[in-house]
């Protein structure tokens, strides 16, 4: 099992940045692929960025993509999520999310991810 803890959330203005960051326990060897994803109330769950844990390869969605930096410290077993330029559109709740090894791209999709954290709460107010 992996424990997953986020951290960082908070309210901030548009045009802002925050720092999130995910604290990584248990079976840490048993990871392949950490991402984040958020979901606003009445939608989905969208990905928003992942990494390999073992390697520097990234991958973000369109939305994020120039405005958000993926980060991992092997060392400290912590992922990290920087967002600048933040808007309204990135109000949502925050999770942290690992795959177990698995053949193939980067996982984009929740149903792909095994082990997932409780959430932080991200709102940019206008």
């Known amino acids: 099992q992996v424990q997953l803890v986020e951290s960082g959330g908070g309210l901030v203005q548009a045009g802002g940045s925050l720092r999130l960051s995910c604290a990584a326990s248990g079976r840490i060897f048993s990871m392949s692929t950490v991402a984040w994803f958020r979901q606003s109330p009445g939608k989905e769950r969208e990905f928003v960025a992942a990494?390999?844990?073992?390697?520097?390869?990234?991958y973000y969605s369109d939305s994020v993509k120039g405005r958000f930096t993926i980060s991992r410290d092997g060392a400290k077993n912590t992922l990290s999520l920087q967002m600048n330029s933040l808007n309204t559109e990135d109000t949502a709740v925050y999770y942290c999310?690992?795959?177990?090894?698995?053949?193939?791209?980067?996982?984009?999709?929740?149903?792909?991810?095994?082990?997932w954290g409780q959430g932080t709460q991200v709102t940019v107010s206008s």
């Open positions: 990494t390999k844990w073992n390697d520097l390869s990234t």
């Open positions: 999310a690992a795959r177990r090894p698995a053949l193939g791209a980067i996982a984009t999709k929740a149903y792909e991810y095994d082990y």
